[in-house]
């Protein structure tokens, strides 16, 4: 069963930083790009970033580009995002998901506000 | 970017009611999309892939069909339980985006 968990949510001021990480198991984690999405209270779904298997290709809404960058690290099942310049209209549920979107985690919440 | 717009934004049905749900892309997308059912404060849970590949465990009152850039999503006969938000998302290739979903509601 494909398990996603996320962590490192948090309230953090305008400007500050924070990295989230998304523990993945149930599957082969090298052979899946792997994505965020965030859901802003009471709004749609974002896609945020994603990342291939090998890290090789790797891309951002225009919203977050320059600010966040995606990582993997696959000795240890682990994805993550790094979140610089936070503002407010980054405060959402932060999702991790597989692939195409087949399978999200529950989701960490990132609430930016001073 | 690929544009997906849902309509309606919500919708009011009876149980036992046949529901239609609508996703249009704003170029051809093949078979690309996903439809995903949301309950308030859960995870978007997968119903439909490739268009119209029903998950493992959904109930088969739930079908999806088109192509290009027209979709569908459609309960036959409306349970109470499928009382949701429902969204479509593209995966033609990246960005990824999201139609602004479909809240689902019991008349």
């Known amino acids: 069963e494909v398990q996603l968990v996320e962590s490192g949510g948090g309230l953090v001021q305008p400007g500050r930083s924070l990295r989230l990480s998304c523990a993945a198991s149930?599957?082969?984690?090298?052979?899946?790009?792997m994505h965020w999405v965030r859901q802003a209270p009471g709004k749609g779904l974002e896609w945020v970033s994603g990342?291939?298997?090998?890290?090789?290709?790797?891309d951002y809404a225009d919203s977050v580009k320059g600010r966040f960058t995606i990582t993997r690290d696959n000795t240890k099942n682990s994805l993550y995002l790094q979140m610089n310049s936070l503002r407010a209209e980054d405060t959402a549920l932060y999702y991790c998901a597989k692939d195409t979107l087949s399978d999200w985690g529950q989701g960490t919440l990132v609430t930016v506000s001073s | 970017d690929i544009q997906m717009t849902q309509s309606p934004s919500s919708l009011s049905a009876s149980v036992g009611d046949r529901v239609t749900f609508t996703c249009q892309a704003s170029q051809d997308i093949a078979t690309f999309l996903n439809w995903y059912q949301q309950k308030p404060g859960k995870a978007p849970n997968l119903l439909i892939s490739d268009a119209s590949d029903l998950e493992t465990g959904v109930p088969s009152r739930f079908s999806g069909g088109g192509s290009g850039t027209d979709f569908t999503l459609t309960i036959s006969s409306l349970q109470p339980e499928d009382i949701a938000t429902y969204h479509c998302q593209h995966y033609a290739s990246l960005p990824y985006t999201f139609g602004q979903g479909t809240k689902l509601e019991i008349k």
């Open positions: 990342i291939s298997w090998n890290s090789g290709s790797i």
């Open positions: 149930g599957f082969k984690f090298d052979d899946y790009a």
